[in-house]
């Protein structure tokens, strides 16, 4: 395999997340003969700074010829007061759009060595969590027309929603394909009460699986129903169809219930292999700078790299069994922090997961220059093909 990757490592707490996902993939070259072409370019609002703009030319040229894109996050309070069109925020829809990646895949799955971590009260929590959130990414409120005009004195803002037939076709499609490869049920959330694109939603969705994926199971909920239904009992959904700010939301109240919003994954992907992979975090500009950030989404997004762009199953695994090794020997970050287990940085933790993918003696080796946890995982992994 030799692929070429762009890298944008965007602002606040990407770049040291994803240097640790750039470690996990060198050991993967190394280990298993594969060659990773490298390119960075900037995004964000670091590029802002250097050129003026969330996503130079050269950039979005760049991703548009690469086999797949590995991507941190952008955004921070220094350009929040800029105009709409050129918060850094711009250049990932910007890219999404061009590059036709509608749909966006969340593995929202709970480790069992971190049910401490989940807000959850613990009986729910111990029957845990694996769930695809699939979202719709390239239409709906996010890329309607957006405007803030003065009317009888005031200001008035209004934010177009429109979504076509095609679009939840295809979307839909993603879904049903996901749940066949999984437990064979798909909910759809919408908010058909009020909204005219979720009647229209249901209504597409409803013809495709009719049509197309009978043996499939499918049950529609309202956002607020899921809302509330994701808290009580997490384990009742496989695949959640959701159109795109529904999704935005709810992966955000998923992802907590797993323990950190650093552990999450995903892929956004098109018609054929080429994706962006990120973690679902933003830029935590609270913590950036500090060296703690959780990279294990970042480095999972790898995982996911390997096995949709390029079919490198056995790749993927590794990365996942090097995760499952270090959380089930005690090493953790902060964010998912618990009592005898040791505290480690976000490089630290990557060095770790390195060690892991690449042999148990490195791995060793790294681990000895660390205090020795007092307690293991709450829980240990089964083996890391179980959990992906
Ligand atoms: P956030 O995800 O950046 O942070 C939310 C909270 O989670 C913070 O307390 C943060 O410290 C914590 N957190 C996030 N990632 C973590 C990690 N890997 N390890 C440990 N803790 C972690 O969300 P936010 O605070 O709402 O947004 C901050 C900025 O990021 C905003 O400018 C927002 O627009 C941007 N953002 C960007 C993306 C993206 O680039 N894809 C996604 C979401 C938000």
Redesign the pocket.
Known sequence: MNAKIVVIK?D??GPE?VSEAMRALAVIGKRFGHTFQLQEYEAGGCAIAHSGSCLPDDTLAACLVADCVLFG????PKW?SLPQHLVP?RA?LTMRDKMGLYANLRPIKMFPQLYHASPLLPQVAAQGIDLMLVRELTGGIYFGSHDIVLRGGQSVASDLMSYSESEIERIARTAFEMAKKRHGRVVSVDKSDVLSCSRLWKEVVHRIARDEYPSIQLTDMLADSIAMQLMRNPWQFDVVLTENMLGDVLSGEACMLTG???MIPSASLGDGTVGIY??I???????AGQNI??PI?AILSIAMMLRSSFGLLAEAEAIEAGVNRVLDDGYR?V?IMSAGCVPVSCSKMGELIAGAILSSQMYRKIARTLPQPSVQGSKKSKKAADFF
């Open positions: 965007g606040g707490i997340t996050a952008v955004g921070g929040d925020e990932l950190s919003i650093g990120e973690p975090h933003g830029s935590a500009p609270d913590i950030a959780n989404g970050t964010d």
